[in-house]
């Protein structure tokens, strides 16, 4: 429950430790990135680094969605992970598959690798409805990220200013743009985010979760038909 609680908590899709896994279906283009590692962390490689002496190596950042939930989530892979989904491209095709991926290594193991292996077949509806999922913007979350640890040479996204705004409530435009998307929704999609966040009302979502919360909606928009209106309450003031 733990993890299950952090995961929901977060855009990045978290494989932390030996034999943890997760059955996603990969979405998008591929985000490959030059990056270095300082103070046990990963950052974007630029200018000032090369001329302290660092070296770069290359990472690439995926989108894609736990199967289960349809959310979408990122996760960023030395290029073996790539070479690795590659060779299951030319086998299975990637938008007609759901795959298992297990980390095989402890924490903060330099030798960790990963496998990628077909769980299911997706149906035509299944595949349809992974294509249509919103997926998130992987430059302004690095940069998001780079801003939250004070490096980095990109300027705070969007995303990065409501991040730092974590004790405040999300922003009235958004609140009231993912309402309205909600509203055409039967009741059952809107408990479902409810509870995903915990909130009685969408206001009440904080601001440190907005980014996620409307990746949530869009997934809802996709899954469910619009023929129920949802009985609303949730939405007034």
Known sequence: MAKQHEQQGSAWLKLANDGDTAVV??????????????????????????AQGHKPSL??????????????KVLERPTAFFDSLMEVRAKY???K?????????????PKTTYSI????????????AFQRLHLHDIQKLHAAEAAGNGGGSGGPSPAATSSAKAGE????RLAQAMATALKALPREAVDRFLQKFAVQRIRDIP???AELARAFVDSLVAEYSAESVADVDPFGP
């Open 117 to 128: 292996l077909p769980e299911c077949q997706l149906t035509p509806d299944e595949q349809q």
């Open 93 to 95: 095709g990637l938008e």
């Open 207 to 209: 601001a440190s979760k």
């Open 59 to 72: 990472r690439i950042t995926y989108n894609l969605a736990l199967y289960s939930t349809r959310e979408v």
């Open 25 to 50: 279906v990969f979405l998008g283009e591929p985000y490959p990135r030059e990056v270095c590692f300082i103070g046990g962390r990963c950052v974007g490689f630029d200018e000032k680094l090369k």
């Open 169 to 172: 409530p999300v922003d009235v």
């Open 97 to 109: 598959w759901a795959f298992e991926v297990k980390r095989h290594g402890a924490a903060n193991d």
